[in-house]
Nanobody, 125 residues
C-alpha cells in the first residue's frame, strides 16, 4: 500500500508560479512511476505529467509543455510539479498518482495503482 499526500496548491495570479509536492509513504517509492493529473470543474480528469522510475523518462501534456516540470527526489519519497507561467485554464484540482508499471501508462490514462486526495490550484486573471 502507498499513501500519497499532495501539498503546495493555492491561489496565484496569471503568469505566476507554484510548486506542488506529493509525499509518498508505504512501499518503496523508487519502485513506482509517478504522475500528476488535474480535474477542472465539470470536466474529466486529465493527464498533466509523468516521470519514470529513476527519472529517466518524462512525459507532458501538450498544454503544459515548456511551462511545467516534473521531477522526483527518491531520498525524500517525493515527486514535484513545478508550474511556471500559469494561466487561468490551469485552474483545477491536481492529483498525484503512483503506478508500478510505467510512466507511459500514466500518459495513456491507464488504470493506476494509487491516488492522492488532491490539492486545489486557482489561477486568477
Amino acid at each position: 500500500q502507498v499513501q500519497l499526500v499532495e501539498s503546495g496548491g493555492g491561489l496565484v495570479q496569471a503568469g505566476g508560479s507554484l510548486r506542488l509536492s506529493c509525499a509518498a509513504s508505504g512501499r518503496t517509492f523508487s519502485g513506482y512511476a509517478m504522475g500528476w493529473f488535474r480535474q477542472a470543474p465539470g470536466k474529466e480528469r486529465d493527464f498533466v505529467a509523468a516521470i519514470s522510475r529513476l527519472g529517466y523518462s518524462r512525459y507532458y501534456a501538450d498544454s503544459v509543455k515548456g511551462r511545467f516540470t516534473i521531477f522526483r527526489d527518491d531520498a525524500k519519497n517525493t515527486v514535484y510539479l513545478q508550474m511556471n507561467s500559469l494561466k487561468p485554464e490551469d485552474t483545477a484540482v491536481y492529483y498525484c498518482a503512483a503506478d508500478s508499471t510505467s510512466a507511459q501508462a500514466m500518459r495513456d490514462m491507464k488504470p493506476l495503482d494509487y491516488w492522492g486526495q488532491g490539492t486545489q490550484v486557482t489561477v486568477s486573471s
